[in-house]
Nanobody, 125 residues
């Protein structure tokens, strides 16, 4: 059972990146799944979530209009398209699942059940 995040890297301000989170050993459709990030010296925070109940993404205010989360059921993978990146977006990005509850919908990392290893996103000129 594994979540594998990838796609991080160094990008200039205003640039774009697409992160992927591939699940193995279980089917993502049965889980709420979210993206979270942690910047150096800061608390982990929620970025986006797709609930298995309705599939509509929820976003943190700081990324609304810039980030888009999507799910590919056939590939058992979720994505985070990040546009108009800002230095403040620099962080390690993680994907995590929740089997039952609403922590993901509320972007509450404390309630998430299972975490993948993160991928580093650095926004800098």
């Amino acid at each position: 059972v594994q979540l594998q995040a990838s796609g991080g890297g160094l990008v200039q301000p205003g640039g774009s990146l697409r992160l992927s989170c591939a699940a193995s050993g279980f089917t993502l459709d049965y889980y709420n799944i979210g993206w979270f990030r942690q910047a150096p010296g800061k608390e982990r925070e929620g970025v986006a979530c797709i609930s298995n109940s309705d599939g509509s993404p929820a976003y943190a205010d700081s990324v609304k209009g810039r980030f888009t989360m999507s799910r590919d059921t056939a590939k058992n993978t979720v994505y985070l398209q990040m546009n108009s990146l800002e230095p403040e977006d620099t962080a390690v990005y993680y994907c995590a699942t929740e089997r039952y509850g609403s922590s993901c919908h509320h972007l509450d990392y404390l309630g998430m059940d299972f975490w993948g290893k993160g991928t580093l996103v650095t926004v800098s000129s």
